[in-house]
């Protein structure tokens, strides 16, 4: 499952494009691409049903682990090219 989105924040003339996918095992991988900021956000125990559920793997769910700080900057390359491409993808 994948979501992006832009939160507004004007970092650069598009703002704060960040794409994200929810892996199988319930951690977040994000790609902000506009301060080039790649990060995992760890399940931290919850199966994915209960991220689901939780409401983690949303907008707001996400930006208050990235703005607390509380992911790992790794990312599969892979994975990291398909969010950018689909972050590039927001229009204002």
């Not at 650069?12 to 990060?39: K, M």
């Not at 509380?70 to 892979?78: F, G, L, P």
Request: net charge negative.
């Amino acid at each position: 499952m994948k979501i992006a989105f832009n939160t507004g924040r004007t970092y650069t003339a598009e703002g704060q494009r960040i794409a994200a996918a929810l892996l199988e095992n319930g951690d977040i991988v994000f790609n902000d691409i506009d301060r080039c900021i790649f990060g995992t956000i760890t399940a931290g125990g919850f199966t994915l049903e209960e991220v689901i559920s939780l409401n983690c793997f949303t907008q707001k769910g996400i930006m208050a682990d990235y703005d607390a700080n509380r992911y790992a900057d790794t990312m599969n390359q892979e994975l990291r090219n398909e969010l950018q491409t689909l972050a590039q993808s927001i229009t204002n």
